[in-house]
């Protein structure tokens, strides 16, 4: 006997003594349906929604709400964005600076901070939170760099 033949059983024990039924300390019948599915696993509680569908004849129909909440979750999603992707754009007239502040802000060695300077422009730091895409730009922006964030 299956979890949810269980409740029906019961749920139909319940019907024939309606006058027996009490409330008992409070508790309403939505009450203790509310206390039994709590108490049901995944396995359980999936057996039972496919048993009320086929007991009420109901379905879930949710394809027009999908197309209206896409549209909202994208332009949310637009608004939203909490990561950059850092560009240095053109390393500016203090390369030597420009390549040591780099230095300091990754961990990039020498040849590789002195390549990239020079391969301007070119992504520095990507997916970064928009405080630390902002201080990476004022500081290479002190020695003379153009920095773009994105």
Do not use: W
Request: hydrophobic share 40%.
């Amino acid at each position: 006997m299956t979890v949810s033949s269980e409740v029906k059983k019961k749920v139909k024990e319940k019907d024939s003594r309606k006058e027996e039924v009490k409330v008992e300390a409070g508790k309403s019948k939505k009450d203790e349906i509310i206390e039994a599915i709590g108490q049901m696993n995944v396995l359980e509680l999936s057996n039972l929604v496919k048993e009320l569908r086929e007991e009420f004849g109901v379905e879930a129909f949710v394809a027009p709400m999908v197309a209206q909440t896409t549209g909202t979750v994208e332009k949310e999603k637009e608004e939203e964005k909490t990561e950059f992707d850092v560009i240095l754009s053109e390393m500016g007239s203090k390369k030597i600076q420009v390549i040591k502040e780099l230095r300091k802000l990754t961990s990039l060695g020498l040849k590789e901070a002195k390549d990239l300077v020079e391969q301007a422009p070119k992504s520095i730091r990507e997916n970064v939170l928009k405080e630390e895409a902002l201080k990476i730009k004022e500081a290479l922006e002190a020695v003379g760099a153009k920095v773009e964030i994105k």
